[in-house]
């Protein structure tokens, strides 16, 4: 139930910080609706030039921080292919990442 609750909080917190027009880890809405598709299995296409030009614009070190977040499979998001988009944008990831 714990990780039902975090899940929701989560996924309300992110839907009300778009809906007030703010961007998370300086990623936008449009943003995140552009790598979408790359980052939902089964068989994501390669990032577009718009998702990569948000990630270039993004605070990945703040992205890597939701990796093991409960919000990225509640989103329909696979965290493993989430984390193979900054080098095929051609962005190095973070250390710690």
Partial sequence: MGFLRTA??????????FEGGEA???????????C???????NPPPPSVACCKALANADLPCLCSYK???LLPA???DPGLAMTLP????LKLPANC
């Fill in 8 to 17: 929701a909080m989560a996924i309300l917190l992110l839907s009300m910080t």
């Fill in 24 to 34: 998370v880890c300086n990623m936008t809405q449009e943003g995140f609706d552009a």
């Fill in 36 to 42: 979408k598709p790359s980052v939902t299995p089964p």
């Fill in 68 to 70: 093991n977040s409960p």
């Fill in 75 to 77: 989103l329909g998001i």
């Fill in 87 to 90: 080098p095929k944008c051609n």
